[in-house]
């Protein structure tokens, strides 16, 4: 998903020295868990940064568009956006025992409080 360092505009004169380091991933790759979600997925404790995690989602799509500005019966610009309704979150290495048939299901945050 990391984008081309021209097109994340790292390099070149979009480029400002002073500003801290670009991102090389799209806005709107990043999600953002405040307690009261962390909650939710079970978590207690932070995960330190760098901490690899396996994310599994389901989301709806909530708007798709596509865009030829000049005319020329070549799409030029598709955009999707999809809003994530459920999540599940968990660390590298913690699904082993965990049930097929069970395991996603429960993972899954539906906006219900963790039991």
Same mark, same amino acid.
């Given at each position: 998903?990391?984008?081309?360092?021209?097109?994340?505009?790292?390099? /070149?004169? &979009?480029?400002? @020295? =002073?500003? @801290?380091?670009? !991102? @090389?991933? $799209?806005? /709107?790759?990043?999600?953002?868990?405040? *307690?009261?979600?962390?909650?939710k997925?079970g978590?207690? +404790?932070? @995960? $330190?940064?760098g &901490?690899?995690?396996?994310?599994? =989602?389901? /989301?709806?799509?909530?708007?798709?568009? !596509?865009? #030829? $500005? +000049?005319? +020329? /019966?070549?799409? #030029?610009?598709l955009c999707?956006?999809?809003?994530? &309704?459920?999540?599940g979150?968990?660390?590298?290495?913690?699904s082993?025992?965990?049930?097929?048939?069970?395991? &996603? =299901?429960?993972?899954?945050?539906?906006?219900? *409080?963790?039991?």
């Open positions: 998903m990391a984008r081309e360092p021209e097109a994340a505009g790292l390099y /070149g004169a &979009t480029a400002v @020295p =002073a500003m @801290p380091t670009i !991102s @090389p991933y $799209p806005y /709107g790759l990043r999600l953002h868990l405040t *307690q009261e979600e962390l909650e997925l978590y207690k +404790d932070l @995960p $330190p940064a &901490t690899e995690l396996r994310l599994e =989602a389901v /989301g709806c799509v909530t708007r798709s568009a !596509s865009e #030829d $500005p +000049d005319a +020329d /019966g070549d799409i #030029d610009y999707v956006e999809v809003q994530i &309704t459920e999540l979150v968990e660390q590298e290495g913690e082993a025992g965990v049930d097929e048939d069970s395991g &996603t =299901a429960e993972r899954l945050y539906k906006g219900k *409080q963790a039991a």
